[in-house]
């Protein structure tokens, strides 16, 4: 089993920076990939970005440009860097980590922003 703690979430001011950090302990061995997912009240879960063991990304259309993921893949710790922050990234970000066949989720840190 893989356990993610999640740090960094807060209340900013529309325009102003946070950033997210995710560490994975356990079977670490196990994981492909790490990534983040938000959701807000009354929408549907959304992935915000994603890395790989190899350092490719991905991201959401709604945050290139602004928000930046990158890993330590010795420690297995993923961290988004959030930029210039708008109302509309409020929501609840959630670490997540693919260790086939799961998928693992940690609890959760809110993000405010603001306007």
């Known amino acids: 089993q893989v356990h993610l703690v999640e740090s960094g979430g807060g209340l900013v001011q529309a325009g102003g920076s946070l950033r997210l950090s995710c560490v994975a302990s356990?079977?670490?061995?196990?994981?492909?990939?790490m990534g983040w997912y938000r959701q807000a009240p009354g929408k549907q879960r959304e992935l915000v970005a994603d890395?790989?063991?190899?350092?490719?990304?991905n991201y959401a259309d709604s945050v290139k440009g602004r928000f930046t993921i990158s890993s330590d893949n010795a420690n297995y710790t993923v961290y988004l860097q959030m930029n210039s922050l708008k109302p509309e990234d409020t929501a609840v970000y959630h670490c997540?980590?693919?260790?086939?066949?799961?998928?693992?989720w940690g609890q959760g840190t809110q993000v405010t922003v603001s306007s």
């Open positions: 997540n980590a693919v260790a086939p066949p799961l998928r693992y």
């Open positions: 356990g079977s670490i061995f196990r994981i492909n990939a």
């Open positions: 890395i790989s063991q190899t350092g490719r990304t």
